[in-house]
Every structure is written in C-alpha cells, then in structure tokens.
C-alpha cells in the first residue's frame, strides 16, 4: 500500500460546482498534513495546512479523518482558475520530517 | 525576493556528465529538502536536512546521487555519471522547521541526452 493515496481524476466539473478530493494515508502516527496546488509546469505551491478540527479559507475547507486515516479538500463555487492538479501531503513524523506527496488528483473546470 | 531560489532553472549535460544543481533555501528555514518529479509523475523524495543533524538520504535512488548543505543554508545536489533516466524537475523546498509548511522552489529542468 502507497503512504499516500489519491485519486488520480481528472475530475471534470462546470464553474460554480462543489468538488470534493480525498486522500488516505498509510502510517497512523502521521502529524502534520497540507493540500499542495501543482500548475502545469510550476512548483507546487501551499494551499493550506489541514488541522485536526478542521480548517476554512475562502471557498477552500480541509477536513481530517484520523480514525479513518483520510483527509479531504473541499471546494465551493469552483472558478476556472481552480483548474490544477491537488496534492496530499502527509508528514510522517517517525524521526524524520520528510513530506510524502500524493501523485496529486486533477481538477479541471469548464466554462 | 525571499523565497526558495534555484539553478539552474535548466541544465542539458551529455550522458555520463556530472551536474551539480543548487539550492538557496528561504533565510531562517532550518529544514531543507529536494524531491524529483518525472514527466505526469508525482514527487519523489530524495533527501531532507533539518540543522545540523544527520540528513534523511532514504529517497536518493543510488550512490550516484549526493547532496550536502554548507553553513545550515545553501545546499548542492550532485548527480554523477548522469544517465538519461535522470531526466526529471529537481525541486528543492525549505520549512522553517521540519513539520511546517514546506516552500518550494521553481525547480532545475534536468536533460540528460
């Protein structure tokens, strides 16, 4: 089983959709957890950090599942500027901090 | 410009070649780390240094790959002998600390022909 799993999409939705990622995770020890944003071609960039209680930034909410070992990106009212691929990222902790990134899940909205 | 600053953004050597790639993380981050991703592939650690500890080598691929980090700041990634399947983005990122949120740089394009 990979550390990190995500579904690969793309997921096609028109603007103005809500679209849900998930993303499951290997090690339960595991601390800290991020959602990365990846543009064609560019660096990932941080799109937040994911909390225990659960998190809210503008149209973006990130939710975790520790029992289930899962976390989840929830976006609202989708803009074609969401068009990206989403990556999970997991902190394992386990005397080291090495991010383990997700192979990331395509978003991509139409007009 | 106080972000994570590579180079070069673009490096094509000749099979066999030894690169070096380098890595100016942001001032003050004490963790530092380079992945690699492949064409549509996901991104592969390699290596992760936190102060002045130990760095975490598990992700380097083979003892063709090394990197050290001078003074705690800058760090080098040397690739020798390069072959073609080394061809991928070598991203480098920096954290304030080992379990905050990491910052990336824009990446060095590797070509091995």
């Known amino acids: 089983r990979k550390e990190v799993e995500q579904d690969p999409g793309p997921f096609n939705v028109p603007e103005g959709a809500t679209v849900a990622f998930n993303c499951t995770y290997s090690?339960?020890?595991?601390?800290?957890f991020f959602w990365y944003r990846q543009d064609c071609r560019k660096e990932p960039k941080l799109l937040m950090s994911?909390?225990?209680s659960g998190n809210e930034d503008g149209r973006f909410t990130a939710q975790l599942n520790r029992a289930s070992q899962y976390i989840s990106l929830l976006i609202r009212d989708s803009k074609l500027s969401d068009s990206a691929t989403y990556l999970c990222?997991?902190?394992?902790?386990?005397?080291?901090?090495?991010?383990?990134f997700g192979t990331g899940t395509r978003l991509k909205v139409l007009a | 410009g106080a972000g994570v600053s590579q180079s070069p953004s673009n490096k094509v050597t000749e099979k066999g070649k030894d690169v070096e790639l380098r890595c100016d993380p942001i001032?003050?981050?004490?963790?530092l780390y380079w992945y690699r991703q492949s064409l549509g592939q996901g991104l592969e650690f390699l290596i992760y240094?936190?102060?002045?500890?130990?760095?975490?080598k598990s992700g380097l691929p083979s003892d063709r790959f090394s990197a050290e980090r001078t003074g705690g700041s800058v760090s080098t990634l040397t690739i020798q002998r390069t072959q073609q399947e080394d061809s991928a983005v070598y991203l480098c990122?920096?954290?304030?600390?080992?379990?905050?949120?990491?910052?990336f740089g824009q990446g060095t394009r590797l070509t091995v022909v």
């Open positions: 090690n339960s020890a595991s601390q800290s």
């Open positions: 994911v909390y225990s």
């Open positions: 990122a920096s954290s304030l600390f080992g379990d905050t949120e990491a910052f």
């Open positions: 990222v997991v902190n394992p902790s386990s005397g080291t901090y090495k991010y383990i």
């Open positions: 240094f936190q102060g002045n500890s130990a760095p975490d």
């Open positions: 001032s003050g981050h004490t963790a």
